[in-house]
């Protein structure tokens, strides 16, 4: 009889033994995924980590990860030439200052502002977005900022989309940075929700010629909203 038991209770210790994790497995894991992270992953891990944000809120992660992971390549490639870098999350409210001018070469938020998005992309919140005329709606993805022109809405900055399909037709459609009276605390406290545009990422008066002069002459300007994650994989391929 106790010949018969002692397997059994061989067998039990033996499974109870493998499924009890062991001490030191917990640091096993994380050292592995630690591996697992690229080198690119660690240089945006260590750059967010020490952005000096000062008295302004950091962007959003994801936004900024996939806006510095294109800076790095299309900077590599010449596209573009400044250690700029403009970053606008639309999955945030437009009541909420999405929009962030960052210099790379001192890591230093030097702008965080409202944005407008285009008057058919949503209402608080942009939804849809598309690189047709006449849609009045945002385009995402990346840009390279271009010129500096006077038009009806005062100075303003030309902006050419990179990304053939999702934002290419950013200067035919008249897509620019520019001022407007609807980007505003004011007019949030009397219609609930920031004004908006007609595809452009329009800006508050106050700082817009301060923005638009920081960016201006091939830095790189990301819009940012998950529906375009496949197509900001295809640029950076």
């Known amino acids: 009889m106790i010949y018969k038991i002692f397997p059994v209770l061989m067998f039990v210790a033996f499974a109870f033994t493998s499924a009890t994790p062991t001490k030191t497995e917990e640091p096993v894991k994380k050292t592995i995924a630690a591996n697992e992270m690229s080198a690119m992953e660690m240089k945006i891990e260590n750059v967010y980590g020490n952005l000096n944000a000062g008295n302004f809120a950091l962007p959003t992660k994801p936004s900024f990860y996939k806006a510095l992971e294109g800076f790095y390549k299309l900077k590599s490639k010449g ?78 900055l030309k902006l050419d989309g990179l990304q053939p399909g999702i934002n290419d037709h950013a200067r035919a459609r008249g897509v620019v940075m520019h001022a407007a009276d609807y980007v505003s605390e004011s007019f949030i406290a009397a219609h609930s929700r920031l004004g908006r545009s007609q595809g452009c990422p329009a800006l508050p008066n106050e700082l817009t010629k301060e923005i638009i002069n920081t960016i201006k002459g091939k830095s790189l300007l990301f819009i940012y909203h998950p529906s375009g994650d496949k197509s900001s994989v295809k640029l950076l391929s």
């Not at 210099?103 to 598309?130: I, M, P, Q, W």
Request: glycine fraction near 8%.
């Open 79 to 156: 596209v573009i030439t400044k250690d700029i870098l403009t970053v606008v999350d639309f999955t945030m409210s437009s009541n909420a200052k999405r929009l962030w001018v960052i210099d790379l070469a001192t890591n230093t938020v030097l702008y965080n502002s409202l944005c407008a998005h285009g008057r058919n992309t949503g209402n608080e919140f942009a939804k849809k977005f598309s690189n047709k005329s006449e849609s009045y709606m945002s385009s995402l993805g990346f840009y390279a900022t271009g010129e500096i022109y006077n038009g009806k809405h005062g100075q303003s």
